[in-house]
């Protein structure tokens, strides 16, 4: 089988490094190729957890705002309050719809009062923020800039990022960006990233600095072992990294998707889907996910949902699974019935490789911020 390509499926400034470093697998993301192994998810994992790598995640799209109304657009998509947002910080925001459910997950970067990046997951979000924005006439401009983000991720980030943009990139604090020289160019660089092993995002403007940006990391990292990776579908999974379309889609509400303390349903005047998150705040979700265990010899990844049962009753279902060689089992993310979500609880879970034992956890295997 071959992906056949067109313009729809749009290449990275970073595709001709991450082919020649031999990537082995993509999936389809933002209509654009987003790698998922390299030597193997296994070996990957490994060295992601160990030294440093550099990743193509310039699916990750940037919504941009821009105008006097930017602020109270961000506002009207998410429970988050965003009041003390200041320029310089980066938000995790659930973005939601009129009945609360989720749309997507970005990360959102306040670049001043009046103009934000909303770096967005895998759905079509661009076309509802304009539609927002233009049914609420406000004074806004809403489109998708030529930002694309490169990731440096692992132990040894700090000591590549400072060789090449100077030692004072270390002292960013989590979720805060400033802007770095390369090449006689600002860039946005924050410390943040879609792994627990800590790193930076690199918010590359214009493809024509795609390539020698990698090739000054890499040259900058020979000695710290750096090489190309990606998002590390085990090491998400222990840390808890949710992902939209997998764990969670526009059926879940923020609540019940672990992202309670982000919704501020009091003071988010204004967010679209308030009223029907209130209610949610009030009652309290009947499901939610939860960390599980899974029984048993290697498992592959979810092809699907794997539905979980209690006896002959389905009480959710797993949508993330991986074998940890650190923890010498399956790891896994399901959303749980609150009738069986308690830690220690014992359920079955139906695989492609037939039925399993599973026991939910009372945490994921990396506590999450």
């Known amino acids: 089988m071959q992906i056949s390509l067109s313009r729809r499926l749009r290449r990275t400034p970073f595709s001709a490094a991450v082919e020649a470093a031999g990537v082995k697998g993509y999936t389809v993301y933002n209509r654009m190729l987003l790698p998922t192994v390299f030597d193997s998810v296994e070996a990957d994992y490994r060295h992601l957890k160990t030294h440093v790598q550099l990743w193509d995640v310039a699916v990750e799209r940037q919504i941009?705002?821009?105008?006097?109304?930017?602020?109270?657009?961000?506002?009207?998509?998410?429970?988050?309050?965003?009041?003390?947002?200041?320029?310089?910080?980066?938000?995790?925001?659930?973005?939601?719809?009129?009945?609360?459910?989720?749309?997507?997950?970005?990360?959102?970067?306040?670049?001043?009062?009046?103009?934000?990046?909303?770096?967005?997951?895998?759905?079509d979000l661009l076309l509802w923020v304009k539609a927002l924005g233009l049914a609420r006439q406000l004074e806004v401009l809403v489109d998708e800039p030529d930002v694309s983000p490169l990731a440096v991720q692992g132990p040894k980030a700090d000591e590549l990022m400072a060789r090449v943009f100077g030692p004072e990139v270390m002292a960013l604090r989590f979720f805060r960006f400033g802007f770095f020289q390369f090449e006689g160019r600002d860039l946005v660089v924050a410390r943040s990233g879609y792994s627990r092993q800590g790193g930076f995002e690199i918010y590359v403007e214009g493809a024509d600095l795609g390539m020698p940006l990698w090739e000054a990391l890499t040259r900058a990292g020979e000695d710290l072992n750096v090489r190309a990776g990606c998002p590390n579908l085990i090491e998400r999974i222990e840390g808890g990294l949710l992902s939209y379309g997998n764990d969670m889609t526009r059926a879940n509400t923020p609540f019940e998707c672990g992202l309670g303390r982000f919704c501020n349903v009091e003071t988010a005047i204004g967010c679209l889907g308030r009223d029907a998150l209130m209610r949610v705040s009030m009652d309290g979700p009947i499901r939610q996910i939860r960390a599980l265990e899974i029984a048993g010899d290697p498992l592959p990844s979810c092809d699907r949902a794997w539905p979980l049962w209690a006896g002959n009753v389905q009480v959710g279902q797993v949508t993330s699974a991986a074998w940890s060689p650190d923890y010498a089992g399956n790891v896994a993310i399901g959303m749980v019935r609150m009738t069986h979500w308690d830690p220690g609880t014992e359920l079955v879970v139906e695989t492609q490789q037939g039925t399993r034992n599973a026991l939910v956890r009372g945490g994921f295997w990396k506590s999450t911020t």
Do not use: F, H
């Open 64 to 123: 941009e705002l821009r105008g006097p109304d930017a602020g109270r657009l961000l506002q009207i998509l998410t429970p988050r309050d965003l009041r003390g947002m200041l320029p310089g910080q980066c938000y995790y925001i659930p973005v939601v719809d009129e009945t609360g459910g989720m749309l997507n997950d970005p990360v959102a970067l306040k670049l001043s009062d009046e103009r934000y990046w909303i770096s967005i997951a895998d759905s």
